[in-house]
């Protein structure tokens, strides 16, 4: 039986439906870039950043760097209120590792990002090697009256890929990351990457199976790409890496929403690129089609978000 959080057609608990639940109005997320860096890049954590970061490929707001965070906000609402009739904004701080710096900085940073009066929520993207227990204190002081998230970029469960990308931390970290986390009122989002080089499926089953025991509230779903500038580019010319066709994609994205627990909404479904560094893969379509493509997949299995999930977690919504 579906369960009774998918609305009528879909086949996944998408983050626009949790979004209607939680609110009266209608609320959209604006990117920001909040000017930090990253310890994988700086040298705290490891040296070049992962193979396959180029920040820039995903995040289109790393070129308003030079703009204040209050000019970003303003801006990024007037687009999404024009665009899609958004009412109120969660002002999502998008580009590097955003609680890497001292509690201070931080603060006025996120402070600058709330001072509009339609701002009902704040998410915060870093890793999980990057929250002391003085940061998740001051994202917690947030979530009195406001609709905060974390959003971890864990990737995969597994030591042995962590350690080819280079990401500098471990497996431990994202678990330790997560408990410190819940029991806050922050809700918790993990990004991972499906198709990461040496991963087959069961690698892939691994890390939906362990996202859904660790009972977290949201999930964003990317698929491996290769970006210029890249030392995954460097791999992927010399023949070391393959990235997925189109079809393989939405089959596979199909099988881990399966294994996903059905109260875990999923804000994302793919893993975007802007600009011209796009390397591979190149599909040709739309991101509307694509999700469609795994919501008719998992239709045309009888299936849905969930299905084969060990671990079904409470409904945070």
Same mark, same amino acid.
């Given at each position: 039986?579906?369960?009774?959080?998918l609305k009528?057609?879909?086949r996944?608990?998408s983050f626009?439906?949790?979004?209607?639940?939680?609110f009266p109005?209608?609320?959209y997320?604006?990117?920001v870039?909040?000017?930090?860096t990253?310890?994988?890049?700086?040298g705290?954590?490891g040296?070049?950043g992962c193979?396959?970061?180029?920040?820039e490929?995903f995040?289109?707001?790393?070129k308003?760097?030079q703009?204040s965070?209050?000019?970003?906000?303003?801006?990024?609402?007037e687009?999404?209120r024009k665009?899609y009739?958004?009412e109120k904004?969660?002002v999502y701080?998008?580009?590097f590792t955003?609680?890497y710096?001292?509690?201070?900085i931080?603060?006025d940073?996120y402070?600058?990002?709330l001072?509009?009066?339609?701002?009902?929520?704040i998410?915060i #993207?870093?890793r999980p090697d990057c929250?002391?227990?003085?940061?998740?204190d001051?994202?917690?002081s947030?979530?009195?009256?406001?609709h905060?998230?974390?959003?971890?970029?864990?990737?995969?469960v597994?030591d042995?890929?962590?350690?080819?990308?280079?990401r500098?931390?471990?497996?431990?970290?994202?678990e330790?990351?997560?408990?410190?986390?819940?029991g806050?009122?922050i809700?918790i989002?993990?990004h991972?990457?499906?198709?990461l080089?040496?991963?087959?499926?069961e690698?892939?089953?691994?890390?939906a199976d362990?996202v859904?025991?660790?009972?977290?509230?949201?999930v964003?779903?990317?698929?491996?790409?290769?970006?210029?500038?890249?030392a995954?580019?460097e791999?992927?010319?010399l #023949?070391?890496?393959?990235?997925?066709?189109?079809?393989e994609y939405?089959?596979?994205?199909a099988?881990?929403?399966?294994?996903i627990?059905p109260?875990?909404?999923i804000?994302?479904?793919m893993?975007?690129?802007?600009g011209?560094l796009?390397?591979?893969?190149?599909?040709s379509?739309?991101?509307?089609?694509?999700v469609?493509?795994?919501n008719h997949?998992?239709?045309d299995?009888?299936?849905f978000?969930g299905?084969?999930?060990?671990?079904?977690t409470?409904?945070n919504?």
């Open positions: 039986m579906i369960p009774t959080q009528s057609g879909d996944y608990f626009g439906s949790f979004l209607k639940k939680k109005f209608k609320v997320k604006i990117p870039n909040g000017g930090f990253c310890p994988n890049i700086d705290k954590s040296a070049g193979v396959y970061c180029a920040n490929s995040s289109p707001n790393v308003n760097g703009r965070i209050k000019e970003q906000v303003i801006a990024g609402k687009f999404v665009r009739g958004a904004f969660i701080f998008q580009s955003n609680t710096g001292n509690v201070e931080l603060k940073r402070e600058q990002a001072e509009e009066d339609d701002i009902i929520g998410s #993207g870093t929250v002391s227990g003085e940061i998740l001051l994202i917690k947030y979530a009195k009256d406001l905060v998230w974390i959003e971890y970029g864990i990737q995969t597994h042995r890929t962590l350690l080819k990308l280079n500098g931390h471990t497996f431990k970290d994202s330790d990351a997560v408990n410190r986390t819940k806050l009122g809700f989002c993990l991972v990457i499906l198709g080089p040496g991963e087959d499926w690698d892939m089953k691994e890390t362990v859904s025991s660790w009972g977290v509230d949201g964003k779903i990317h698929h491996l790409y290769i970006a210029k500038n890249t995954l580019a791999d992927y010319f #023949g070391k890496v393959k990235t997925l066709t189109l079809d939405v089959k596979l994205a099988n881990f929403l399966e294994h627990s109260n875990i909404t804000q994302r479904l893993g975007d690129t802007h011209k796009l390397i591979s893969p190149v599909w379509v739309t991101k509307s089609k694509i469609e493509l795994i997949e998992l239709e299995r009888n299936s978000q299905s084969k999930c060990k671990h079904v409470a409904n919504c």
